[in-house]
C-alpha cells in the first residue's frame, strides 16, 4: 500500500524502534490496546501494515471504562468499525472503573491502569498460552514519556522513576516513544484516519493534564526551550545507569540467596545501600509472586524507599552485633525479620 509522505516516514521510524528494541518476537500475537485515541489508531494501522511483513498475529482490544457515557460507546464503535474494515481482529471489555476504583479505594488513573494491563495480559494468555508468545502494545509517544518522568520527578522518585515510560517492560512494549504527538496527528490526518478526542484529556482534575498543559508550556517560555527532548535524554540516561544496577543487584541476590528460600545477612552487608535495595526489593516480589504460583490470592505490593531504609538499617545493625532478632513492618500486614544471620518474610497469618 502507497502511503502518505508523512505517514511513510512515521512507520518507518517507529519500525526503526520496533526493531532496534527486538519488541515483537517472530510469530508472536500482539494484543493491541486501542482507546480510538489519534496515537493508538495510528499505532493500529501501523501494526496492521507491519504485520504483513514482520510475521505475526494482531488483534485490537478497546476497553470501555464506562467514564464518559455515550461518548465511550462512540469510541468503542469506531475503533469496532476500523477492526472491521480492516480485518483485524478485535475484542471490546466494559469495565465499570469508578465504581471499582470506589471499591478499592484508589484514583480513577490508577484503577483504570491496573484493570487495562490486567485485561490485556489476560487476553493476551489465552490467545497465546505464555508470556513468550505474546506482547501487549500500548500507544504512549515521547511526549508521555517526558510527562511521566516530570510526574515522577515531583514525587522524588528515584533513578527507576527517572526512566520513566520503558520501551518494553515484560509482555508490554510502546512501539510510538520516539515520535512526537505532532508528528502522530500530522501522519494521521495525511492517511485520512479516524480518531475521537477524549474530552477528559483537557480536564486539569488529573495530574498529567496539568504538566502537560501547564508546566511543560511554563517551561518552554521560561526557559526557552522545549524540554520534552532534554527530559528524554535523561531518561535515556538514567535507563543505561539502571540497567548496570539491576545486573550487580541481580548477581547480589543470587549470591545472597540460601537454599531455604531466606537471604543471608553476611551477603547482603556486602551491597551498597543502593544495590542492597534493590535486592531487597526482588527478594519482597519474589516471594509474593512464590505465594501466589502456590494459589494464594496475588497480592500487588511492593516495598517504598521507608521500609527499605529500615530493613538497610536492619541488617547493618545486626552485622554489627545488634538487632540480631528483630522484625520491621512491610506493607499487606507482612513483617522481615532478621535472626540468626538470616532475613526472611513472614506473611500476617505467621507462615514464611
Same mark, same amino acid.
Given at each position: 500500500?502507497?502511503?502518505? =509522505? ?29 482507546? $480510538? ?6 499505532m ?21 471504562h464506562?467514564?464518559?457515557? &455515550?461518548?465511550?460507546?462512540?469510541? &468503542? ?7 472491521? =474494515?480492516?480485518?483485524?481482529? *478485535?475484542?471490546?471489555?466494559?469495565t465499570?472503573i /469508578? ?15 491496573? !484493570?487495562?494491563?490486567? %485485561?490485556? !495480559?489476560?487476553? $493476551?494468555?489465552? *490467545?497465546?498460552?505464555? /508470556? ?23 514525587? $522524588?522518585? @528515584? ?18 516513544l ?11 490526518? +495525511? ?19 496539568? !504538566? ?14 522545549? /524540554?520534552?527532548? !532534554? ?6 540516561? +538514567? ?7 539491576l ?7 543470587? %549470591?545472597?540467596?540460601?537454599?531455604d528460600?531466606?537471604? +543471608?545477612?553476611?551477603?547482603l ?23 501466589d ?8 505490593? %511492593?516495598? @517504598? ?7 538497610? =538499617?536492619?541488617?547493618?545493625l ?10 520491621y513492618?512491610?506493607? $499487606? ?13 513472614i ?6
Amino acid at each position: 500500500m502507497r502511503y502518505p =509522505k508523512e505517514t511513510f516516514e512515521l512507520f518507518k521510524k517507529i519500525a526503526s524502534t520496533c526493531e532496534r528494541r527486538n519488541m515483537i518476537p517472530r510469530d508472536a500475537v500482539v494484543v493491541a490496546g486501542v482507546s $480510538g485515541g489519534v496515537d493508538s489508531m495510528v499505532m493500529l494501522a501501523f501494526l496492521d501494515d507491519y504485520r504483513s511483513r514482520y510475521r505475526f498475529d494482531l488483534f485490537a482490544c478497546h476497553l470501555n471504562h464506562m467514564i464518559r457515557g &455515550e461518548d465511550a460507546d462512540l469510541d &468503542e464503535l469506531l475503533v469496532e468499525s476500523f477492526c472491521m =474494515k480492516r480485518a483485524i481482529p *478485535y475484542v471490546s471489555v466494559r469495565t465499570d472503573i /469508578p465504581k471499582l476504583a470506589e471499591e478499592l479505594g484508589v484514583s480513577l488513573e490508577q484503577a483504570g491502569r491496573d !484493570v487495562r494491563r490486567d %485485561t490485556m !495480559v489476560r487476553l $493476551g494468555m489465552e *490467545y497465546a498460552g505464555s /508470556p513468550e508468545r505474546f506482547r501487549v502494545a500500548f500507544a504512549h509517544h515521547m511526549d508521555d514519556r517526558a510527562e511521566s518522568i516530570l510526574m515522577h520527578v515531583g514525587r $522524588g522518585s @528515584g533513578l527507576a522513576g527517572l526512566v520513566g515510560i520503558r520501551y518494553v517492560d515484560g509482555v508490554f512494549i510502546r512501539p510510538l516513544l520516539d515520535v512526537r504527538l505532532e508528528e502522530i496527528e500530522s501522519a494521521a490526518e +495525511a492517511l485520512d484516519l479516524p480518531w475521537r478526542e477524549d474530552e477528559t484529556n483537557r480536564s486539569d482534575e488529573f495530574l498529567r493534564n496539568r !504538566v502537560r498543559r501547564t508546566l511543560i508550556p511554563a517551561w518552554r517560555d521560561v526557559l526557552g526551550y522545549d /524540554p520534552v527532548p !532534554v527530559l528524554v535524554r535523561l531518561g535515556d540516561a +538514567a535507563e543505561g545507569d539502571e540497567q548496570a544496577l539491576l545486573q550487580w543487584a541481580d548477581a547480589s541476590y543470587r %549470591t545472597a540467596l540460601l537454599p531455604d528460600g531466606k537471604m +543471608a545477612v553476611s551477603s547482603l552487608r556486602d551491597c551498597p545501600p543502593a544495590i542492597m535495595k534493590r535486592v531487597l526489593a526482588r527478594y519482597f516480589e519474589e516471594v509474593i509472586a512464590a505465594r501466589d504460583d502456590r494459589g494464594h490470592t496475588a497480592l500487588k505490593l %511492593t516495598l @517504598g524507599s521507608v521500609h527499605l531504609d529500615q530493613l538497610v =538499617k536492619g541488617v547493618e545493625l545486626s552485622v554489627s552485633g545488634e538487632g540480631r532478632d528483630t522484625s520491621y513492618s512491610l506493607p $499487606g500486614g507482612m513483617s522481615a525479620r532478621i535472626s540468626d544471620g538470616c532475613l526472611f518474610i513472614i506473611f500476617p497469618e505467621g507462615k514464611a
